[in-house]
């Protein structure tokens, strides 16, 4: 589920969620990629240092530590990633970093544009507060007609 406890800094109409997209998906797709390099990284120190103890002199202590210092890094570059979405108004999704959402009002109500990595564009919407699997395709011509929207 998305961050929801983020304030929104202000609504996007569906303009311009289209408009800051490129921006967001270089950052979405920089960001994708490190969450898993973070993910696997873990996964390998995981393996190796399951069920070993580390002794003074250990040859491996060394690269125990490096892999480690590594992860930390990333880990600093992931959290400075999502900050520069939350700067540009989008709320990215914690528990999935590919979906972003940009807070928008449809029909005066709150709501969120959604979009996923691997999407052309911004093609979808869902009202905040609604479960995750509940994204409506986004018809324009109901949006536009809508002054709630602009």
């Known amino acids: 589920m998305g961050d929801s406890s983020v304030a929104p800094k202000h609504e996007f109409d569906l303009e311009a969620a289209r408009r800051v ?36 002199g250990d040859p491996y ?36 970093v590919r979906v972003v959402r940009f807070p928008a009002m449809v029909d005066d109500e709150p709501s969120w544009f959604c979009w996923r990595l691997g999407q052309p564009d911004v093609e979808y919407w869902m009202r905040r507060g609604a479960d995750d699997g509940d994204w409506q395709p ?6 536009e007609q809508d002054p709630s929207n602009r």
């Open 61 to 96: 202590a060394d690269e125990l530590a490096q892999m480690q210092a590594d992860i930390a890094a990333d880990k600093t570059r992931v959290r400075e990633f999502i900050r520069e979405l939350r700067d540009l108004g989008v709320v990215p999704d914690l528990a999935d």
């Open 138 to 143: 986004i018809h324009p011509e109901s949006l």
């Open 21 to 56: 997209l490129p921006l967001v998906r270089a950052i979405v797709s920089d960001l994708a990629r490190l969450q898993q390099r973070v993910e696997d990284r873990e996964a390998r120190l995981e393996g190796f240092s399951s069920g070993r103890e580390l002794t003074p």
